[in-house]
């Protein structure tokens, strides 16, 4: 397990992909720096929503897409599966140090978009204290939120040797966060949508405006993410290569 793991930290190294985890924090700022938001709200609480709206219902979902069609990639090319493969390492040891590598990167972005928030609040000057509780529910909430995503993604990846394809699913699914994660009866249990939902800072009843419980929205999360890495991972240990 520990040289699957080097492995792919050694191809992450060597691959563009780090430029990717700048994209969605770089232009989050820039919407924060941009617009406005409700003044009833804490300074730190309205700008993370702004920023989550972009980030969490558009980049969020499109990068964990992105960064699962990239560690797959190398063994899409030249054989590489079946040279892995031939190593002594189990076929559920490389899916789920995939999976957990796809994890780390989108846990790099979601401390970049902290690190950006800090950001605004010194340059707006904010001077009201860091609500730290919240941000760090919002922000590992988010992250959890994309678990399923990442499963799914992984399946796709695994299966199609086409690295648009995967692209291509993700960003179809993801174009439509904009009407359903505005329903209360469907935003919930849409995977695109669970990040926004997730990241948009919540009170008493739910989170944010969308009024979806933490509880209800985890169960959501964590049940799809259980079904859709058990199908993934049936199916590429029984895959043959």
């Known amino acids: 397990m520990w040289g699957v793991i080097q492995a ?34 804490d300074p730190w609480l309205g700008t993370l929503a702004l920023m989550a709206f972009l980030h969490a219902m558009l980049f969020l979902p499109l990068l964990t897409g992105v960064f699962a069609a990239f560690v797959c990639r190398y063994e ?14 189990s076929r559920s040891s490389v899916y789920l140090v995939k999976l957990a590598m796809v994890m780390l990167l989108l846990a790099v972005v979601q401390v970049l978009i902290v690190g950006g928030l800090l950001l605004l609040g010194t340059i707006k000057g904010y001077t009201a204290p860091i609500p730290w509780y919240e941000i760090s529910w919002a922000v590992i909430g988010g992250w959890v939120a994309c678990l399923p995503l990442a499963a799914l993604q992984m399946a796709v990846s695994t299966a199609w040797a086409s690295f648009a394809a995967p692209l291509a699913v993700n960003v179809i699914f993801t174009l439509p966060n904009m009407l359903i994660v505005n329903s209360a009866e469907y935003g919930p249990y849409y995977p695109w949508a669970q990040p926004l939902l997730a990241m948009v800072p919540f009170g008493d009843q739910g989170f944010g405006a969308f009024n979806v419980g933490p509880t209800t929205l985890f169960i959501v999360i964590l049940g799809s993410f259980a079904i859709f890495l058990v199908s993934g991972l049936i199916h590429f240990t029984r895959k043959a290569i």
């Open 76 to 89: 899409h090319v030249g054989g590489g599966w079946k040279q892995m493969l031939a190593l002594p390492v």
């Open 8 to 41: 792919e930290i050694l191809k992450l190294r060597k691959s563009p992909i780090w430029l990717l985890i700048f994209v969605s924090p770089i232009l989050s700022v820039v919407l924060g720096m941009a617009e406005s938001f409700n003044e009833d709200l």
